[in-house]
């Protein structure tokens, strides 16, 4: 498609659940982020891949959130045993280089209850 | 680390009043800066940018920005604003150079406008 889709584009967990959010960048786009947005706040940087290599994960919160990304297009953040704390909205951005910009999926709302 | 102040967290504006949104970033290397915004239920659409060259950016819808090195600033700026320009708009920034974290952007809080009819 033209842009980045995510899925889905909402969720709710109980508290404890594993959960699974999907990103499909821009085809050819070689690098992916990842980031988490509170209510009232930026957006907040959790990890990057470049191809299926992810260069960067400082900004994810704890060993409960993991990234993957194995054949270097399609995109999953895992956040195991969720907690309340976790409720955003998780972003999923993707870029061809970075003087093109960076495109911006519609978002996934996590709601944690 | 860098990081970026948005000094307005909220704005209410009359239709064709000016428009000025601060940003101010800390990093002292060589930076690229976005305005981003995000229309209420749509995803974040950018702006505009700056890699280098001229300092004054102009962008999509009339919008344009000023980055001026001295201040560490990067104002978003447009003369005369339209109900439709009601949205929230986010500054970021992207460090360059080994301590600048590489690829990723660091955003502000972002500023909530509001624009009356």
């Known amino acids: 498609g033209a842009g980045v889709s995510q899925s889905p584009r909402y969720k709710v967990a109980k508290r404890g659940q594993d959960v699974a959010l999907r990103c499909d960048p821009i085809?050819?786009?070689?690098?992916l982020f990842w980031y988490q947005q509170a209510l009232g706040q930026g957006p907040e940087f959790l990890t990057y891949?470049?191809?299926?290599?992810?260069?960067?994960k400082s900004g994810l919160p704890s060993d409960r959130f993991f990234a993957e990304r194995p054949e270097g297009s399609v995109s999953t953040l895992k956040i195991q045993r969720t907690q309340q704390e976790d409720s955003a909205v998780y972003l999923c951005a993707s870029s061809f280089d970075r003087r093109r910009g960076y495109t911006f999926g519609s978002g996934t709302r996590l709601t944690v209850v | 680390a860098q990081s970026v102040s948005q000094h307005n967290h909220h704005v209410i504006l009359s239709e064709a009043a000016s428009l000025e949104l601060g940003c101010n970033y800390s990093y002292g290397g060589t930076v690229n800066l976005f305005w981003y915004v995000q229309y209420p239920g749509q995803h974040l659409q950018l702006l505009l940018k700056y890699f280098s060259g001229d300092p004054l950016v102009k962008g999509i819808k009339g919008f344009e920005a000023e980055f001026i090195k001295s201040k560490f600033s990067f104002n978003l700026r447009k003369p005369s604003v339209q109900w439709s320009d009601t949205a929230e708009y986010f500054c970021a920034v992207n460090a360059m150079g080994s301590g600048g974290g590489g690829n990723k952007l660091t955003f502000g809080t972002g500023t909530q406008l509001k624009v009356e009819l």
């Open positions: 891949f470049q191809n299926e290599a992810q260069l960067d």
């Open positions: 085809s050819g786009h070689v690098s």
